[in-house]
């Protein structure tokens, strides 16, 4: 059964109006009692019924997401759980629209936020790049009181309200931990795969990985890293030439961007010591490679549950009331050939996120 705010008081100790005071983020609660309320809510898995609240206020919210272009197949994934989210518009009272712009290009993402301002919609969501160009963007957007989500990519030091993405840092350590324990005794330096190190998440999940490796795998030198830049080719060839440059290359470490490229070179590599490959996202390429052995663990992201974080934390944001942190955590799953949820060939060949991984607090299908 649901948990209520009934639960919420009689699990934190107080009464009902606190409850609501605390939800509706309204002056009177003290922090200590504000900060039990919180845990309370996270610790019985509260879901506030957003919904049902914009149906009474008959509101419409107009929100825009803007995403890289390309085809990047996390992010074509991503797109399409907004495209989903779009068709449950007449439900969830918001009108969605998708802007998209060249990976990692500063200037275009920086007209695109731009033009989201004097659209004036609810609230944005956007897949940043760090740059200060784009921070001052941002704020701009916050100046003119627009709410701001920044999605799988955050932009540390920006205004924005909200970050709807795992934690990068732990992604990357999480990384090493298994990379390490694959290796066991094998030698060998470690192979760093990247699009660009203009994005957060990349770099997030590089200072993790190389944290735990020099902490607790020494014996592995990090080559420099490798940016592909989202491109399958280009990362083929900077992978291939890093083996050929490299024989002994015992691990490669892919962050999150040109996966299918460093597939295709695994496949061309000549026969030598096995080499343990870590990577994220669970797409249709992963998913085949992780079956074929070439590679050994992929670290995956619900991007359905950051798209529907996004719109919520928004929709929040925009009625000025309290975001509800256990909902909103995004989780890190780890999948090995022995654990893949689905299989091969059905309509899954899509990322993962798309058969609606659960949430905190919610059944199978939301």
């Known amino acids: 059964m649901r948990p209520t705010v009934h639960d919420i008081a009689a699990a934190a100790g107080v009464s009902l109006a606190t409850v609501d005071r605390v939800l509706n983020q309204r002056a009177g ?8 309320v919180e845990q309370a809510i996270e610790r019985i898995g509260y879901v506030r019924d957003v919904a049902a609240a914009n149906l009474a206020k008959s509101r ?38 998708i802007v998209t712009v060249p990976a990692f290009n ?26 200060p160009d784009v921070i001052a963007a941002v704020d701009r957007l916050r100046a003119a009181r627009i709410p701001v989500v920044t999605l799988v990519s955050d932009l540390a030091g920006s205004l924005r309200d909200h970050f709807a993405g795992v934690d990068n840092i732990a ?17 060998g330096p470690v192979a760093v795969l990247a699009g660009s190190m203009l994005v957060r998440d990349h770099r997030d999940r590089l200072e993790g990985f190389r944290a735990v490796m020099n902490e607790s795998f020494p014996a592995h030198a990090l080559l420099p890293v490798l940016e592909g830049q989202d491109d399958p080719a280009l990362a ?21 961007a040109g996966n299918r490229g460093l597939i295709a070179a695994l496949k061309r590599r000549q026969s030598g010591q096995p080499v343990c490959v870590i990577a994220h996202e669970l797409t249709q390429h992963t998913r085949a490679a992780l079956n074929d052995g070439l590679i050994d663990a992929v670290l995956n992201q619900d991007g359905g549950h950051e798209v529907r974080s996004a719109i919520r ?44 991984n659960q949430e905190p607090g919610q059944g199978r299908a939301d």
Do not use: C
């Open 313 to 356: 934390v928004l929709k929040a944001k925009a009625d000025g009331v309290a975001v509800i942190g256990a909902q909103e955590r995004i989780r890190l799953d780890i999948f090995l050939k022995d654990n893949l949820p689905f299989d091969e060939g059905s309509e899954t060949d899509l990322p993962f996120e798309q058969a609606g």
């Open 29 to 36: 609660v003290r922090t200590v009692t504000r900060e039990k």
């Open 60 to 97: 419409v919210y107009p929100f825009i997401f803007i995403l890289p272009s390309g085809d990047n197949s996390f992010m074509r994934g991503l797109e399409a759980q907004v495209r989903a989210a779009i068709g449950r518009s007449p439900v969830e009272r918001t009108a969605i629209s």
């Open 106 to 131: 500063v200037e275009a993402l920086v007209a695109a936020l731009d033009a989201a301002r004097a659209a004036s919609p609810a609230g944005v969501a956007v897949v940043a790049v760090d740059s």
């Open 236 to 256: 083929e060839r900077l992978v291939g030439a890093a083996f050929a440059a490299s024989p002994e290359i015992a691990g490669v470490y892919s962050l999150g």
């Open 171 to 187: 992604a990357g350590r999480t990384a090493a931990s298994l990379m390490g324990r694959f290796l066991g005794g094998r030698s």
